[in-house]
């Protein structure tokens, strides 16, 4: 008997209650008619993929947004009924729901664990209600503490809470007490992410210059300087890893065992299938992404059709993959991208890669492809062989960025 495909899925909910100054993600708000309207269209597309992809076993479902838990529970219910109607879940498959306090209800958390969702990933960000009104966030500390205990009051054991540091008038003390307020309360994950300032977002119009003086390592107005963001970053390592959790990617830490298996998915390269507005694949090493319009999405769904994405190189030749009517973007990697996204989102993870993995994937070592850039990045500091392994060093991961381009022809 043929063994089953491991394959990940992820489901986009693109609403939110509101939309936040430095927030980039494709979201936006949206009445309940529209909400109604998008969630027929995903159940379409799972629909459609469930005949297609009925030979794979999917072990991670995440519901991702935009903020999911502002949709009504009996919408992510249906939603989750459809997934398990078209798709083999394994039996130990981890299902996320983002969800924000302010928008989650006993009601709402208790419909979710019946749905089959276990794991939950709480967008709190700062535990300080100051912190909280400049990233324009709805909640308060206070509603955070009443969503978790209601969380855990739920029957949730596997819970994920966000932080982000680098904020306007943060120092590194401040985002350390956050982290400890979180720290008492023991979840299982804290993704502790540093604050980019994107293009397109009011935040950029604001503190743009800020951003450029704190890259350039000059004095700044409002944003932690340089040295103080590094410092935040140590810090953030220190603590907890003094408290127990394993700092197992750049900015992912997790008692033992309750790494989050969905995002490990991607850094290692397994197969996923994006679901939903403007979500992305990987099939097959074909990468896909779903139109980002929203009304083309719902139009396109409403017939769903497949047929070839035609792709014109640099040089003028032609090639076509199969996609789908929705579909804005596809494209076969050749395999040279599919040796460098392997290694530079590998080494993303503090593990790194197994050079075995490497060969078993490509058929050649990894110092066949890439000797000169390891002796390099070795020769520096950067980078490690051990045991069959090839990782970054704590050096390596402090200028990660730099360390991972050089795996980029």
């Known amino acids: 008997m043929n063994k089953k495909k491991e394959t990940e899925l992820y489901l986009h909910i693109p609403f939110c209650m509101k939309k936040c100054g430095y927030c980039d993600f494709l979201s936006f708000v949206a ?7 998008y969630v027929g269209a995903l159940i379409r597309e799972l629909d459609f993929y469930g005949t297609k992809y009925k030979d794979r076993l999917f072990t991670t479902v995440y519901i991702g947004g935009g903020t999911p838990s502002w949709l009504s529970e009996e919408a992510i219910a249906r939603i989750m009924e459809k997934v398990r109607e078209c798709f083999l879940l394994s039996d130990d498959a981890e ?28 967008g709190l960000q700062s535990a300080h209600n100051k912190e909280l009104q400049i990233l324009g966030r709805i909640h308060t500390w206070e509603q955070f503490l009443k969503t978790y205990d209601l969380a855990r009051g739920s029957g949730y054991s596997n819970i994920n809470i966000d932080l982000m540091s680098s904020l306007p008038g943060q120092t590194p003390e401040l985002f350390a007490d956050s982290l400890k307020k979180v720290l008492r309360l023991r979840p299982e994950h804290i993704s502790a992410y540093s604050l980019i300032i994107e293009k397109g977002t009011p935040f950029y119009d604001r503190y743009r ?39 197992y990617e750049v900015s992912n830490f997790a008692l033992p065992g309750r790494e989050c298996r969905h995002n490990i998915g991607y850094w290692k ?75 530079f989102l590998g080494l993303r993870m503090v593990d790194g890669v197994l050079r075995s993995d490497f060969e078993e994937a490509f058929g050649i070592s990894v110092e066949a492809a890439y ?19 090839i990782f970054l060093t704590e050096r390596g991961m402090d200028v990660s960025n730099f360390a991972l381009a050089q795996f980029l022809h």
């Open 371 to 389: 000797g000169e850039v390891i002796e390099h990045l070795k020769a520096e500091g950067l980078l490690k062989k051990m045991e069959g392994r």
């Open 209 to 247: 210059f800020d951003a450029v003086r704190q890259q350039a390592g000059l004095p700044t107005e409002s944003l932690p300087t340089e040295e103080e963001e590094y410092e935040t970053v140590k810090l953030t390592q220190q603590i907890l890893q003094e408290a127990g959790y394993r700092w």
């Open 31 to 37: 009445d309940e008619k529209m909400q109604e309207t």
């Open 95 to 122: 299902v996320t729901i983002e969800c924000n306090p302010g928008t989650v209800t006993e009601q709402k958390l208790l419909t979710y664990r019946k749905a089959g969702i276990n794991r939950l990933s709480i």
């Open 269 to 343: 390269r397994t197969d996923y299938l994006g679901v939903g507005l403007g979500a992305a694949s990987l099939i097959d090493n074909i990468r896909y992404s779903n139109t980002a319009d929203i009304y083309d999405y719902l139009k396109q769904c409403g017939q769903i059709r497949e047929g070839l994405f035609e792709n014109t190189a640099e040089d003028g030749t032609v090639s076509e993959v199969p996609a789908v009517n929705f579909h804005a973007s596809a494209e076969a990697l050749s395999r040279n991208a599919q040796m460098e996204e392997f290694m």
